[in-house]
């Protein structure tokens, strides 16, 4: 079955702190992964966009990190702000025959940033 | 500019009401979607469509439909509504190249729909 999992599912740092957000799943066959930022109330927006051959993606204070091998994906936010707290969502989509064009999404980490 | 818009951010209907959500979006874009979205459960596929007059079901279609009659719009009835579909909806869109690569997922700004 098709699955993206996440992990924490909340998450509470203070600002200026780093913090990593992890994504496992199992899609396959495997076109890319996206992470999404979405703040309440809106719809999500894409940070950051990963192939199968790529294994670093740098987006401002925002790093994600793909291992295509095991899975397994992480963002990774430096020096957080406050800006930063929201719901970011892993989204993996399909390459062919049944998941061609399909987007399979995570349930989201919630991260609050405090001062 | 990439926009998705939906025609509604908020909306209250009552019970056995049959509710009709808009999005329209403005890059040609064959690919349309709609997703429920609610806490500790993510956002859920109901309905999508990769092209004019197509559609799919998505994991939970059941109580929903759609239609697409053009290309830049995708519509989602709910064609008696009930409490457990309240709700935040989510429309995007998206594009597939040749080579099979989808694009990135354009959302709109979600409608929140309240079934009193």
């Known amino acids: ?115 | 500019d990439v926009k998705v818009t939906q025609s509604s951010r908020y909306l209250v209907k009552r019970t056995g009401e049959k509710v009709f959500l808009e999005c329209v979006q403005d890059m040609d874009h064959e690919n349309m979607f709609w997703y429920r979205q609610d806490p500790g459960l993510g956002l859920r596929l109901i309905y999508f469509s990769y092209d004019v007059k197509m559609k799919e079901k998505g994991d939970i279609p059941e109580g929903y439909s759609v239609s697409r009659e053009k290309k830049e719009r995708f519509s989602l009835i709910l064609e008696s509504a009930s409490t457990n579909q309240t709700s935040m909806y989510l429309c995007a869109s998206s594009l597939t190249l040749r080579t099979g690569v989808d694009t990135e997922a354009f959302f709109g700004q979600g409608t929140r729909l309240t079934v009193v």
């Open chain 1, 1 to 115: 079955k098709n699955q993206v999992e996440q992990s924490p599912q909340s998450l509470i740092i203070l600002e200026g702190k780093n913090c990593t957000l992890q994504c496992n799943y199992t899609v396959s066959p495997f076109s890319n992964l996206r992470w999404y930022k979405q703040d309440t109330g809106r719809g999500p927006v894409s940070l950051t966009i990963m192939t199968f051959s790529e294994n670093t993606k740098s987006n401002g204070r925002y790093t994600a990190t793909l291992d295509a091998d095991t899975k397994q994906s992480s963002l990774h936010i430096t020096a957080s702000q406050l800006s930063d707290s929201a719901s970011y969502i892993c989204v993996v989509s399909g390459n062919r025959g049944s998941t061609l064009g399909r987007l399979y999404f995570g349930r989201g980490t919630q991260l609050t940033v405090w001062p």
